[in-house]
C-alpha cells in the first residue's frame, strides 16, 4: 500500500488517459492520492475527479505563484469550500521567493488567510515553500503561538533549519522524485535524521518524475520509486516505508477515509 500524498491530477496533462493514470496506481499499489489545490477557479474539477474516483482526495487552497491574481481570497472564503466531504486539507499555500510569480506582500497576506483557515477548521495546511525559509518559519511561529494547526512542507528541498522548526510544531515532511536526483545527496542526509512517525512520500505530479524516470510526465504511480530511495535512505524495507507513509497520512489528514482505497 502506497499514497501519494500531493499530486495535480486535474491539470490537462491527464485529461486524455485518466483511466490509464489509475491503472498504473493499482499496478504500483498505489491506494489513494491527495489532489492538491491550486487556484480555487479550478475546484470544481478537482471535486469532479474525488466524486468520481473516492480514492482521490482534494485540498482547496491558491499557490503562492497566483497571489497577484487572487487577492480577495479570504479564510472564511477557504471555510466555506473546505465544508465539502472529499476537501481534506487546506492548501497548497506559502511562499515562493525564487520565481517571484507574485509580489511578496501578497504571497504573504494570503498565506495568513491559509493558515486562519486551517486554524479554525481543524484541517491540516499544505505548504509550498521555496527560497524563503526565514519568513515561512516567522509567519507559522507567530500563528501557531496563537492557536496550533496541523500542516505539512511538501514536497521538502529546503534547509535543515526549516525541517527542523517543521517537527518542532509537529507538522509531517514529504519527500517527493527530488530525493532521488543525483544532486540531491544533502537532501537525503537530511531526511535520514527525520523521524519515520513524520515523513510522507509523493509527487507532485506531473511535474519532478523521479529517477529512473526524469524528463517524462510525473504520475501518481510513480511515487513507487520516491519510497524505494527513501528506504534506502531509512535504511528500512520498501514495505516498512509504504505502510508508514502510509499510515502517517491518513494520521494527519483524518478527513480522509481510508475506505475508499483499492482493495487488493
Given at each position: 500500500?502506497?499514497?501519494?500524498?500531493?499530486c495535480?491530477?486535474?491539470y490537462n496533462d491527464?485529461?486524455?488517459d485518466?483511466?490509464?493514470?489509475i491503472?498504473?496506481?493499482?499496478e504500483?499499489?498505489?491506494?489513494?492520492?491527495?489532489?492538491?489545490?491550486?487556484?480555487?477557479?479550478t475546484l470544481?474539477?478537482?471535486?469532479?475527479?474525488?466524486?468520481?474516483?473516492?480514492?482521490i482526495?482534494?485540498?482547496?487552497?491558491?499557490?503562492?505563484?497566483?497571489a497577484?491574481e487572487?487577492?480577495?481570497?479570504?479564510?472564511?472564503?477557504?471555510?466555506?469550500?473546505s465544508?465539502?466531504?472529499?476537501?481534506?486539507?487546506?492548501?497548497?499555500?506559502?511562499?515562493?521567493?525564487?520565481?517571484?510569480y507574485?509580489?511578496?506582500?501578497?504571497?504573504?497576506?494570503?498565506?495568513?488567510?491559509?493558515?486562519?483557515?486551517?486554524?479554525?477548521t481543524?484541517?491540516?495546511?499544505?505548504?509550498?515553500?521555496?527560497?524563503?525559509?526565514d519568513d515561512?518559519?516567522?509567519?507559522?511561529a507567530?500563528?501557531y503561538?496563537?492557536?496550533?494547526?496541523?500542516g505539512?512542507?511538501?514536497?521538502?528541498?529546503?534547509?535543515?533549519?526549516?525541517?527542523?522548526?517543521?517537527?518542532?510544531i509537529?507538522?509531517?515532511?514529504?519527500?517527493?522524485?527530488?530525493?532521488t536526483f543525483?544532486?540531491?545527496?544533502?537532501?537525503?542526509e537530511?531526511f535520514?535524521?527525520?523521524p519515520?512517525?513524520?515523513l510522507?512520500?509523493?509527487?507532485?505530479?506531473?511535474f519532478?518524475?523521479p529517477?529512473?524516470?526524469?524528463?517524462?510526465?510525473n504520475?501518481?504511480?510513480?511515487?513507487?520509486?520516491?519510497?524505494?530511495?527513501?528506504?534506502?535512505?531509512?535504511?528500512v524495507s520498501?514495505?516498512?516505508?509504504?505502510r508508514?507513509?502510509?499510515?502517517?497520512f491518513y494520521?494527519?489528514?483524518?478527513k480522509?477515509?481510508?475506505?475508499?482505497r483499492?482493495?487488493?
Open positions: 500500500m502506497l499514497v501519494d500524498s500531493h495535480h491530477l486535474d491527464f485529461e486524455d485518466m483511466d490509464e493514470i491503472h498504473h496506481m493499482k504500483n499499489g498505489v491506494t489513494a492520492a491527495l489532489n492538491a489545490g491550486n487556484c480555487i477557479d470544481d474539477d478537482q471535486l469532479r475527479l474525488s466524486e468520481k474516483y473516492p480514492f482526495y482534494t485540498a482547496v487552497g491558491v499557490h503562492p505563484h497566483n497577484d487572487f487577492p480577495d481570497v479570504t479564510a472564511e472564503m477557504l471555510v466555506e469550500k465544508t465539502h466531504k472529499k476537501i481534506v486539507a487546506i492548501g497548497e499555500c506559502g511562499l515562493d521567493y525564487y520565481y517571484d507574485s509580489k511578496k506582500e501578497n504571497q504573504r497576506k494570503l498565506f495568513a488567510e491559509h493558515i486562519k483557515a486551517a486554524q479554525e481543524g484541517l491540516p495546511l499544505i505548504i509550498h515553500t521555496r527560497d524563503a525559509d515561512t518559519i516567522s509567519m507559522l507567530e500563528y503561538k496563537e492557536k496550533p494547526f496541523a505539512e512542507i511538501h514536497c521538502f528541498s529546503s534547509s535543515r533549519k526549516l525541517a527542523e522548526f517543521a517537527l518542532s509537529g507538522f509531517y515532511i514529504s519527500a517527493s522524485g527530488i530525493i543525483n544532486k540531491s545527496g544533502e537532501l537525503r537530511i535520514a535524521d527525520m519515520l512517525d513524520r510522507l512520500v509523493e509527487t507532485d505530479s506531473p519532478l518524475a529517477v529512473p524516470l526524469r524528463g517524462h510526465r504520475e501518481p504511480a510513480n511515487v513507487y520509486y520516491v519510497a524505494e530511495k527513501l528506504a534506502q535512505v531509512k535504511d520498501f514495505d516498512e516505508i509504504a508508514i507513509t502510509s499510515e502517517n494520521q494527519l489528514f483524518r480522509a477515509s481510508d475506505k475508499g483499492y482493495e487488493f
